[in-house]
């Protein structure tokens, strides 16, 4: 809970200075090194439970930096923890349905195909690229599958 208190706290404060970066990315990397261990994985599931998601309230508001290396970990961290489990899975998409009310946004994944069309950065567009991949192949059912797939080519990700 700590990180993720940590996480929120950097990303409510928009700062540009470079001690302030890299204190994001130290936060950050914390996380990712969780999410690298089984346990860790299974620890963030248990904290992020579908009725209270602190962890998609604090990745959702995470997801609003401007650093693009640290939306770039945080798309990572995702991608693992939605290939992980479907838990993980319903949690990720639970951070982008509440990143998407937040910031008001008509579709869930209005945020990643934005990030596609905005970046010239080719290793932040894989990155993105790699966690509409694990959405995708996440879902356990063929028609969910292709539903998803639906929402990104309706949103023009194709163009991007």
């Known amino acids: 809970g700590l990180l993720f208190q940590c996480l ?5 404060y928009h ?8 204190l994001r990315l130290a936060c950050v990397t914390c996380v990712r090194e969780v999410v690298n261990s089984r ?18 309230r604090r ?8 650093n693009l290396m640290v939306k770039m970990q945080i798309f990572e961290l995702l991608s693992a923890l939605c290939v992980y489990s479907s838990d993980g899975f319903y949690l990720t998409l639970d951070a982008l349905e509440r990143y998407k009310a937040w910031r008001k946004q008509r579709y869930r994944f209005s945020l ?40 990104f080519v309706a949103l023009n990700i194709l163009d991007a």
């Open 112 to 151: 990643l195909v934005s990030e596609l069309y905005d970046s010239d950065l080719i290793t932040f567009k894989i990155t993105v690229m790699a966690f509409i991949n694990s959405i995708i192949v996440a879902s356990e059912n063929l028609r969910d599958r292709i539903r998803i797939r639906s929402e």
């Open 39 to 56: 346990n860790g994985l299974d620890c963030l599931l248990i904290i992020g439970d579908r009725n209270d998601n602190l962890f998609g």
């Open 15 to 22: 700062s540009n200075h470079f001690l302030d970066v890299v």
């Open 59 to 66: 990745f959702a508001t995470a997801m609003e930096s401007n």
């Open 8 to 12: 929120k706290h950097f990303s409510d």
